[in-house]
């Protein structure tokens, strides 16, 4: 079973960045597409970015020209960075690989992991 690890995340005031990282084990990076997610308390699980195979990517509205998603397989990891941070971004986010689609993830593989929690302050 697939075991990817989140970390990176911490407590940042509106408009600032950070960079979370997705680390595996193996050539599980490199070999598929990766997803991150997102859980805001008391709110379902959503989606923030994803990188195919190929390293194409693609992002919902609500974070799409702040966050980008790249990939470094020579250290089996995958990036997301936040820039421009909201209040509304704070969350515990997860990364999972997936089966990519220029319109979102069509399936999530494997078990959720502890994922990295993020909070924004106004």
């Known amino acids: 079973q697939v075991q990817l690890v989140e970390s990176g995340g911490g407590l940042v005031q509106t408009g600032g960045s950070l960079r979370l990282s997705c680390a595996a084990s193996g050539s599980i990076i490199s070999t598929n597409a990766v997803g991150w997610y997102r859980q805001a308390p008391g709110k379902q699980r959503e989606w923030v970015a994803a990188i195919s195979n190929s390293d194409r990517t693609n992002y919902p509205d609500s974070v799409k020209g702040r966050f980008t998603i790249s990939r470094d397989n020579a250290k089996n990891t995958v990036y997301l960075q936040m820039n421009s941070l909201k209040p509304e971004d704070t969350a515990v986010y997860y990364c999972?690989?997936?089966?990519?689609?220029?319109?979102?993830?069509?399936?999530?593989?494997?078990?959720w992991g502890q994922g990295t929690q993020v909070t924004v302050s106004s």
């Open positions: 999972m690989t997936i089966s990519y689609s220029d319109y979102g993830p069509r399936a999530a593989f494997g078990s």
